[in-house]
């Protein structure tokens, strides 16, 4: 080999080495490994962004529901009462529980029509959402509110239960019950005394509640004994009246269904009549369609038709064993002459001791 062939072959050699050098590094680079971790971190990195704009919804809207007093994620339960109606203007609330929603209705199906329907009620003159149901799936929510309201009575059903065996200070009494969906925007909030007003903008919470009333007071309401005073407390006690009036006018229209348009009295099934001072006698009525064979068709209902149901809430009484045991002689004689009015409801109602 000459001299000048031996000078040219590390420059020969060290271009050759370059490219496979290149070459090397490139398929390295772009290794099947290294592409699925470059990819792997890119997608991580927009997940991540992704999850942190819902996030920063989710807070917004949470924000802008807590802003506006709107809460569909739990429902309520709440007796209203007249006791101080005619003194004061008032109607009371008191809270039977608060739940959240999923809890009380479990399916997914009957959750999001029971939200569209609070939805619609909320947005219309009519505070009853079950109207906005169809009769199917109103039976299956009563009868769900019915579970989850009994319940808070559990105990007073058993001591109740007993006391046909041995003297007891329990009685009962018939309440009815319906769904409502509506926000109170009048004023009348304080902190501890009404010197200190919540501030401006007051307004209740657009929530689910299931409205819970004595019905005798219902009956008063219907027949038009019991009346709202030309005063009432305020704005917010106004709107409770409004509740309560419409709930009357669905018992009415239920009753007047099943007992017929022309009936005053509703019947020994139904105690009581709209008549503002009830008689003594028994009634001689019928529930229209008893003495009709049974049918497998299904009735045309109408939207308000079916909308409250009833339930018998167990309570006790302080008065003495003597003297309950007295007034059960009594509430025997009137049995038997036909009082269903007098013994089966009772207008003073303690839910608690």
Not at 11 to 20: D, F, G
């Amino acid at each position: 080999m000459g001299a000048e062939a031996r000078a040219g072959w590390p420059q020969k050699r060290s271009q050759s080495a370059l490219p496979r050098i290149v070459q090397v590094i490139a398929s390295s680079i772009f290794s099947r490994s290294t592409v699925s971790f470059v990819v792997g971190a890119v997608l991580t990195v927009l997940l991540k962004r992704i999850y942190d704009f819902y996030r920063n919804l989710k807070k917004a809207q949470a924000e802008s529901l807590w802003r506006r007093h709107v809460d569909f994620s739990s429902v309520q339960a709440c007796v209203l009462s007249t006791e101080h109606l005619k003194t004061l203007g008032r109607v009371e609330k008191r809270t039977l529980f608060v739940k959240p929603i999923s809890e009380v209705f479990r399916n997914e199906y009957i959750l999001a029509r029971l939200i569209e329907a609070a939805q619609q009620a909320a947005a219309s003159d009519d505070p009853v959402l079950l109207t906005k149901l169809s009769a199917e799936d109103k039976w299956h929510v009563l009868n769900t509110c019915t579970n989850n309201l009994s319940a808070c009575f559990a105990p007073y059903h058993i001591f109740f239960n007993e006391a046909r065996r041995a003297q007891s200070y329990y009685k009962s009494a018939w309440y009815c019950f319906t769904l409502t969906c509506e926000q109170t925007e009048a004023t009348g909030r304080w902190f501890i005394t009404p010197m200190k007003p919540v501030g401006e903008g007051d307004c209740g919470s657009l929530r689910i509640r299931i409205v819970l009333m004595n019905e005798q007071e219902l009956r008063e309401i219907a027949s038009g004994e019991l009346e709202a005073p030309e005063n009432m407390f305020n704005g917010r006690h106004d709107s409770r009246w409004q509740t309560c009036s419409r709930f009357a006018e669905l018992f009415q229209r239920q009753l007047t269904k099943v007992r017929g348009p022309e009936a005053e009295d509703w019947g020994q099934n139904l105690c009581g009549s709209l008549r503002k001072k009830p008689g003594k006698a028994a009634s001689s009525n019928r529930l229209v369609g008893m003495d009709q064979q049974a049918t497998t068709e299904v009735p045309e209902y109408e939207p308000e038709d079916n909308s409250i149901l009833r339930i018998h809430i167990p309570f006790p009484t302080s008065q003495s064993p003597s003297t309950q045991t007295a007034q059960s002689h009594d509430c025997a004689e009137s049995h038997a002459a036909g009082d269903y009015a007098q013994q089966d409801v009772c207008k003073d109602v303690v839910l608690f001791e």
